[in-house]
């Protein structure tokens, strides 16, 4: 059974940094993609960045040059480093991993396993 358990959400303020974890078990296969996308209240869950096993990354037009996505193979983990926080990134930010991401873009239909989510709230 894939389980995949977020940590790292916090408040800070804007312009603070954060760094959210993602730490998958129970994953057997060598390729893997992953990514990590967030929700607020009332709207649609967006992407926000995903990394391919050979590590291709692809960004939210809106967190480009701020976030990083990472992967440690060797712990079966997944970072998510996020600087120069606004308030609009604001939200619950989950992890998600797939064998393979077939779209184009960050598209939630390409994963398979889910994470609880961990909150971020960012504040002036």
């Known amino acids: 059974q894939v389980q995949l358990v977020e940590s790292g959400g916090g408040s800070v303020q804007a312009g603070g940094s954060l760094r959210l974890s993602c730490e998958i078990s129970?994953?057997?296969?060598?390729?893997?993609?992953v990514g990590w996308f967030r929700q607020t209240p009332g709207q649609t869950r967006e992407g926000v960045a995903k990394?391919?096993?050979?590590?291709?990354?692809t960004y939210a037009d809106s967190v480009k040059g701020r976030f990083t996505i990472s992967q440690e193979n060797s712990k079966n983990s997944v970072y998510l480093q996020m600087n120069s926080l606004k308030l609009e990134d604001t939200a619950m930010y989950f992890c998600?991993?797939?064998?393979?991401?077939?779209?184009?873009?960050?598209?939630?239909?390409?994963?398979?396993?889910w994470g609880q989510g961990t909150q971020v709230t960012v504040s002036s």
């Open positions: 129970g994953y057997i296969y060598s390729s893997r993609c």
């Open positions: 990394s391919t096993t050979s590590g291709r990354t």
């Open positions: 998600a991993a797939t064998y393979l991401c077939q779209r184009s873009g960050i598209d939630i239909r390409d994963f398979s396993y």
